[in-house]
C-alpha cells in the first residue's frame, strides 16, 4: 500500500486526555495507541454493518432503550472512569 491510499486522521487530545487514552489502550492489550483507535473505529463500523437498516423509529428507541436497560450502553464519560482508577 502506497502513502497515496492511507487517510489521516486527527484528533486533538490534551497532554492529559492522551495520557488516559493510553493507559486505556494498553489495559486493552494494545502497545501502540494508534492500534486501538484504528480497532475501535473498525469495530464501529463493523457494528454498523450489522445493523438493520429497515427499523422504524419506533423499533430503533426500543432497541437502544432495551440496551440501555440491559447495560450495554455506557455513557462516554465512563471512558474517563475506567482510566482515573489506574
Known amino acids: 500500500m ?19 487514552f493510553e493507559r486505556l489502550a494498553r489495559k486493552q492489550g494494545f502497545a501502540e495507541l494508534t492500534d486501538y483507535l484504528q480497532h475501535m473505529m473498525l469495530q464501529d463500523l463493523e457494528l454498523e454493518d450489522e445493523a438493520q437498516d429497515d427499523l422504524t423509529p419506533e423499533d430503533a428507541f426500543r432497541e437502544g432503550w432495551s440496551d440501555i436497560v440491559a447495560g450495554r450502553v455506557h455513557p462516554a464519560s465512563a471512558l474517563w472512569d475506567e482510566t482515573d482508577n489506574d
Open 2 to 20: 502506497n502513502i497515496s491510499e492511507h487517510i489521516t486522521i486527527s484528533i486533538e487530545l490534551t497532554p492529559d486526555e492522551h495520557e488516559k
